[in-house]
C-alpha cells in the first residue's frame, strides 16, 4: 500500500505562548503534551517561549519540574528527553492575578524584557486554560496594560476555552467584553472535537468528492444521527457537572460544531471567514422551537446506579458535590429540524451522555431506501438500511453500508458494509487533537474556530430546551442504569417517525 507524502508545513511566527492556568489539569493533560508534539514534529517557532502564569512563590525552576512531570504522565508518545529539555528550557514562571491589576503591570514588565531576549518580535498567545469566570477578568487586565493591542507590526491573540457562557444571555456578555478589548480575528474560542482529524475530514468527504455531495441533501437523506455517548461517570467534577448538565456541556459546542459541518452549504472559498459564515448561517436556521414543542422534541435522563465494564458506578446523585435531589440531566436526546431547501423535512437526531455502555462518537447519515417494486417476491425486511457512517471516537473510521445479493441461484440479499479506517491507511503518531488547533492559533488560521456569531446562534437553539427544563425540575427526567444505552423513551423519540437509533454493532 502506497501512502501519500506528508506536506511540508510552514513555521509559525515567532513567539511568546503565554498559559493562565499552567499548573492545571488541561494544561498537564492536552496543552503541553500537544506543544511536545508540535516540537519533536518541528512545528514550534525557532524563536519561541513558553510564559506560565503560576500561584505565587513558584520559581521557573520548580515550574519546569512541574511540567515535566505532567509531560511523562500524559505524553502520547514517548518522550525523549531533547525534545522535553529543549520545550521546558523556554519556560518562565510569572505571578499575575486579575484580583492584583499591579501584577498585570508587573507582567507586562517581565514579558517585555523576555521577548527581547528571546526575539519573539513582539507575537504572543494568550491561553485561558481556566475556569470560564476568569476568561473576562484576566482579558481586561491584559486589555488594560496594552498587551492586547495590535500595533501593526506584531500580532496578538486570545485562545479562550470552552464553555463559552452557560446560555445566550452570558454568551452574548462576554463576547461584548472581549470584543470591547480585542478584534474577532484575534479570539480563538477552542473547542477539541475540530482538532480530531475525522471530524475536519467531513468538509473533504463531502467537498472533495463528487459522489457526495449531488445527493447530500432532502432529496436522498432520510435523517441525520449524531452521537457523543461517555462510558465515565461524572466523577470528580460533581459541583461543575450539576450546574450544567449534559445538554450545556455538550451540544452548543462539540455537538453542534459536528452539525455544523455535516449541513452548511459549499463555501465559495476555503477561507476562514467564508467557511465559518457558512457554519454561522446553518445553525442559525435551526427551527426555533416553543418551550411545549422543546418538551415533545426531546428526552432527559440521568443515571442510576449500575457497572461499566468491571467498574460499579453509584447513582448520580449520590456523587460527591451533587444535590440528592438534583434535576440535572446526565443524557440529552433532541431532534431538531434545519430550515432551508436543502435539508427541510429532514430530522436530526442528537443524543450525548455519560455512564453508558460504550463510548462513542459518530456522525450517521441516513439514506432514503430505494423503492421495493423489482424486490416484491424477496424478504424485503432482509435489505439493510443504507448509511454512511463517520466514526470519530474510539476509531476513526468512515463506514458504507449497503445491500448485496448473497451467492446462490435465489434472489436473496444481505447488508455489508465497507469500512476505511485512518491507522489501516495513515501513519500517524498518537495525537491529543489540540494539535492542529495549537498550530493554527500560531499560524493565524482560525478556520476551525468558533465565531461569535456561531456561539450566539448555539446557545439561542439550544435556549428553549433549558428554559422548558428548568420549568419542568424533575418531571419527565428519565432514569436509566449505569452501563445501558440511555433512557428507554430517547428510542421513542424516534420510533414515533417510524425511525431507530443506529445500534453500535
Not at 118 to 124: A, K, L, Q
Not at 149 to 165: Q, S
Not at 320 to 335: F, G, H, N
Not at 468 to 488: N, V
Request: hydrophobic share 40%.
Amino acid at each position: 500500500m502506497t501512502h501519500p507524502r506528508q506536506p511540508q508545513h510552514q513555521k509559525p511566527d515567532a513567539c511568546a505562548f503565554v498559559i493562565f492556568g499552567v499548573t492545571g489539569d488541561l494544561t498537564h493533560r492536552l496543552v503541553l503534551p500537544s506543544l511536545y508534539n508540535l516540537a519533536a514534529n518541528h512545528l514550534l517557532p525557532d524563536r519561541f517561549c513558553i510564559v506560565g502564569i503560576a500561584r505565587k512563590g513558584m520559581s521557573s525552576e520548580q515550574l519546569r519540574d512541574n511540567l515535566m512531570e505532567g509531560l511523562r504522565k500524559y505524553a502520547t508518545r514517548p518522550v525523549e528527553d531533547e525534545i522535553a529539555q529543549r520545550l521546558l528550557h523556554c519556560v518562565t514562571a510569572i505571578e499575575a492575578d486579575p484580583k492584583e491589576p499591579d501584577s498585570f503591570d508587573q507582567l507586562k514588565a517581565r514579558l517585555e524584557k523576555l521577548e527581547a531576549a528571546r526575539e519573539t518580535h513582539g507575537n504572543r498567545l494568550f491561553y485561558l486554560a481556566t475556569p470560564p469566570t476568569a476568561f473576562a477578568p484576566i482579558a481586561q487586565q491584559l486589555g488594560r496594560v496594552g498587551l492586547l493591542k495590535e500595533d501593526g507590526k506584531a500580532w496578538r491573540r486570545l485562545v479562550v476555552e470552552k464553555p463559552f457562557g452557560t446560555d445566550l444571555a452570558s454568551a452574548k456578555k462576554l463576547n461584548d467584553q472581549l470584543l470591547e478589548l480585542v478584534t474577532e480575528h484575534q479570539i480563538y474560542r477552542i473547542d477539541h472535537y475540530l482538532g480530531k482529524e475525522t471530524v475536519q475530514n467531513i468538509l473533504v468527504l463531502r467537498f472533495a468528492n463528487g459522489m457526495f455531495e449531488p445527493i447530500w441533501n432532502r432529496h436522498h437523506i432520510d435523517h441525520v444521527q449524531i452521537t457523543v455517548e461517555e462510558k465515565l461517570g461524572v466523577g470528580t467534577r460533581g459541583s461543575f457537572y450539576d450546574a450544567t448538565g449534559a445538554l450545556r456541556d455538550m451540544v452548543p459546542n462539540h455537538l453542534f460544531q459536528l452539525l455544523s459541518l455535516v449541513a452548511m452549504e459549499p463555501p465559495a472559498r476555503f477561507d476562514a471567514h467564508t467557511v465559518r459564515s457558512e457554519k454561522a448561517e446553518v445553525l442559525s436556521a435551526i427551527q426555533p422551537l416553543t418551550e411545549q414543542e422543546a418538551l415533545l422534541n426531546s428526552v432527559r435522563g440521568q443515571y442510576k446506579a449500575g457497572q461499566i465494564g468491571d467498574t460499579e458506578l453509584s447513582d448520580y446523585r449520590k456523587t460527591k458535590d451533587v444535590r440528592p435531589d438534583s434535576p440535572t440531566e446526565t443524557y440529552a436526546a433532541l431532534k431538531l429540524t434545519i430550515d432551508n431547501w436543502r435539508w427541510a423535512g429532514v430530522p436530526f437526531y442528537l443524543r450525548t451522555g455519560k455512564a453508558l455502555g460504550a463510548k462513542r462518537t459518530e456522525v450517521a447519515i441516513k439514506f432514503r431506501q430505494a423503492p421495493f417494486a423489482m424486490f416484491s417476491c424477496t424478504p424485503i425486511d432482509t435489505l439493510a438500511e443504507n448509511y454512511l457512517v463517520i466514526g470519530i471516537e474510539p476509531t476513526q473510521s468512515i463506514t458504507l453500508q449497503f445491500n448485496t445479493k448473497i451467492p446462490g441461484p435465489t434472489i436473496r440479499t444481505d447488508g455489508v458494509q465497507m469500512k476505511f479506517n485512518y491507522k489501516d491507511y495513515f501513519q500517524a503518531e498518537p495525537a491529543t487533537g489540540y494539535e492542529t488547533l495549537i498550530y493554527d492559533c500560531m499560524i493565524g488560521d482560525n478556520i476551525l474556530f468558533q465565531r461569535a456569531d456561531s456561539v450566539e446562534a448555539g446557545w439561542k437553539a439550544v435556549e428553549p430546551f433549558i428554559e422548558a427544563w428548568k420549568k419542568a425540575g424533575r418531571d419527565g427526567l428519565h432514569s436509566y442504569e449505569a452501563g445501558s444505552d440511555g433512557p428507554a423513551a430517547a428510542a421513542d423519540l424516534l420510533a414515533r417517525d417510524g425511525r431507530s437509533w443506529r445500534r453500535l454493532t
